[in-house]
C-alpha cells in the first residue's frame, strides 16, 4: 500500500493540518501539554517554544513516530490514544487524528494507513478520544482537536457536545476537497 501511494515513509510527514493545529496551539495551550498521534513530533517541537508551556509529552501508537519524535528532542510514548495516562494530568491535549473516510474492505496494512484511515466513518479515532479526553484534562483544561469536513464537521461537534463538552471553532482553512477547522473543547463544569 505504501509503495503504490510513494509513501514508503512509515511517519506522517507533516502538513496543512498539523500546521493549524499548532498555530492553535500556540494561542491556546499553557502548562502541561499533550499531543496524541503526535507522529514526527512536529507540531510538539513548536508547542514547546510556546510562552507558558511547561512540559509537552508526545504519544503514538507507531513505534517509528515515537522513535523520530524522540529525534526531535520530544519526550515520546507507544501508546494508545489516552490509555497510559492518569486523570487530570493535562492542561491542554492535541489531537490531529487520523480521519480519512475509507472502505472497511480496504487492506489495513501500513502505518501511514494507521496515520491517514479513520475507518467508514471517518470518526474512529476521534470518538474514542472524546470519550476519555476529559478524563486526562485537568480542570480548565482544553482539548484542541484537528476535524476536517470529510470526517463530518456538525457530527463531530454534535458527540463533543453530548459528551459534555463546549466547542469553539478557533481556526478554520478550506481546501479544494475539505475543510480543516480546530475545535476548542473545554469541558462543562
Ligand atoms: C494525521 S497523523 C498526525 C501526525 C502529527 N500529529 C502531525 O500533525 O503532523 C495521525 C497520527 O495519529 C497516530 N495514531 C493513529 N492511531 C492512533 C492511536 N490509536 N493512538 C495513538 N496514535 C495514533 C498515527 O500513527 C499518526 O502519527
Same mark, same amino acid.
Given at each position: 500500500?505504501?509503495?503504490?501511494?510513494?509513501?514508503?515513509?512509515?511517519?506522517?510527514?507533516?502538513?496543512?493540518?498539523?500546521?493549524?493545529?499548532?498555530?492553535?496551539?500556540?494561542?491556546?495551550?499553557?502548562?502541561?501539554?499533550?499531543?496524541?498521534?503526535?507522529?514526527?513530533?512536529?507540531?510538539?517541537?513548536?508547542?514547546?517554544?510556546?510562552?507558558?508551556?511547561?512540559?509537552?509529552?508526545?504519544?503514538?501508537?507507531? @513505534?517509528? =513516530?515515537?522513535?523520530?519524535?524522540?529525534?526531535?528532542?520530544?519526550?515520546?510514548?507507544?501508546?494508545?490514544?489516552?490509555? @497510559?495516562?492518569?486523570?487530570?494530568?493535562?492542561?491542554?491535549?492535541?489531537?490531529?487524528?487520523?480521519?480519512? @473516510?475509507?472502505? @472497511?474492505?480496504?487492506?489495513?496494512?501500513?502505518?501511514?494507513?494507521?496515520?491517514?484511515?479513520?475507518?467508514?466513518?471517518?470518526?474512529?479515532?476521534?470518538?474514542? %478520544?472524546?470519550?476519555? =479526553?476529559?478524563?486526562?484534562?485537568?480542570?480548565?483544561?482544553?482539548?484542541?482537536?484537528?476535524?476536517?469536513?470529510?470526517?463530518? %464537521?456538525?457530527?463531530?461537534?454534535?458527540?463533543?457536545?453530548?459528551?459534555?463538552?463546549? =466547542?469553539?471553532?478557533?481556526?478554520?482553512?478550506? %481546501?479544494?476537497?475539505?475543510?480543516?477547522?480546530?475545535?476548542?473543547?473545554?469541558?462543562?463544569?
Amino acid at each position: 500500500m505504501a509503495e503504490r501511494r510513494g509513501l514508503a515513509d512509515p511517519v506522517y510527514a507533516p502538513a496543512e493540518d498539523s500546521g493549524l493545529l499548532a498555530e492553535a496551539a500556540a494561542a491556546r495551550a499553557r502548562g502541561t501539554v499533550l499531543e496524541v498521534g503526535t507522529g514526527s513530533g512536529w507540531v510538539a517541537e513548536r508547542v514547546a517554544d510556546v510562552d507558558g508551556v511547561e512540559r509537552v509529552v508526545g504519544s503514538d501508537v507507531n @513505534p517509528h =513516530a515515537c522513535r523520530r519524535a524522540r529525534d526531535r528532542g520530544v519526550e515520546a510514548v507507544c501508546a494508545n490514544l489516552l490509555d @497510559p495516562f492518569r486523570g487530570a494530568a493535562f492542561d491542554a491535549v492535541l489531537f490531529n487524528p487520523p480521519y480519512l @473516510p475509507t472502505d @472497511p474492505d480496504a487492506e489495513w496494512d501500513d502505518w501511514q494507513e494507521a496515520a491517514l484511515s479513520g475507518g467508514a466513518s471517518g470518526r474512529d479515532l476521534i470518538e474514542p %478520544f472524546l470519550d476519555d =479526553a476529559g478524563r486526562v484534562l485537568a480542570p480548565s483544561g482544553v482539548a484542541l482537536l484537528l476535524v476536517s469536513s470529510l470526517a463530518g %464537521f456538525g457530527e463531530v461537534i454534535e458527540y463533543a457536545l453530548d459528551g459534555g463538552f463546549r =466547542a469553539e471553532t478557533v481556526r478554520e482553512e478550506s %481546501f479544494p476537497y475539505e475543510t480543516l477547522s480546530v475545535l476548542a473543547l473545554t469541558m462543562d463544569n
